[in-house]
């Protein structure tokens, strides 16, 4: 493959990868078996997802027979056309700028913003053996799984591909299952007092009352 294809570039697969790999670890600090299988699963969809971007375009030599005869004028194998949703959906101009770019940079942001957060709150409720219910654990009981699911989503808006696809559903449970396994983990070390945060904080969808409503279980 030469490098007139934009892909071949395998020292960007390895940079990109490192860096949000990195960038995740720098968050989560994983310390147990379910801190590192979390951040595995975060892993193994960037390195799959950057191979595509930058290394080679399965998907796109998958689908080509498809996408050359509804779009012959297009050279799929020109790196900026490997935004494959903004061909399909019709959009013009430099896919860096369309709607689906910006919002997938939005969610990256905030998935990041989220994964922040809650590990702020989660390392000081750890030092302190306590249990973690404020800021985004005031909202959902899981907030770094939360925001890697947000941030897969975000990348698969960009730039999707089959594999990425494929791990996509199986990583979200995943997640839901390394959730499940860490919440009878709490109830064993908190007892009642984790039931009640169950009963009062959802799961998964946020609730923006959550600081409310422990200020009036305190």
């Known amino acids: 493959m030469t490098t007139e294809s934009g ?16 960038f995740a670890f720098s968050f989560t600090k994983p310390k147990t078996a379910l801190d590192w299988r979390s951040l595995g699963a ?10 595509e971007m930058y290394g080679i375009p399965l998907t796109i030599y998958f689908l080509s027979p498809w996408l050359t005869k509804l779009y ?34 939005g969610l990256l942001v905030f998935g990041f913003y989220v994964l922040s957060s809650a590990w702020s709150v989660l390392h000081k409720a750890q030092k302190k053996g306590e249990l973690a219910q404020t800021g985004w654990y005031a909202k959902c009981r ?13 990348f698969l808006l960009q730039w999707p591909t089959l594999p990425t ?10 997640y839901v299952r390394l959730a499940k396994t860490e919440e009878k983990l709490a109830i064993d070390a ?23 409503d422990i200020a009036q279980h305190q």
Not at 7 to 22: A, D, E, K, Q, T
């Open 7 to 22: 892909y071949g570039l395998w020292s960007l697969v390895i940079l990109n990868s490192v860096f949000f790999i990195f």
């Open 42 to 51: 975060f892993s193994a969809f960037i390195v799959a997802l950057f191979t």
């Open 72 to 105: 012959p004028n297009v050279d799929f194998l020109a790196h900026e056309n490997g935004h494959l949703l903004h061909t399909l959906l019709g959009f013009s101009g430099d896919p860096h700028f369309d709607p689906l770019h910006l919002l997938s940079t």
């Open 142 to 154: 899981h907030p770094q799984y939360l925001a890697f699911i947000i941030i897969m989503f975000g």
């Open 165 to 174: 696809l494929l791990m996509f559903p199986v990583l979200i449970w995943v």
């Open 190 to 212: 908190f007892g009642d007092a984790y039931v009640s945060y169950q009963q009062r904080v959802p799961a998964w969808i946020p609730s923006w009352r959550g600081n409310h």
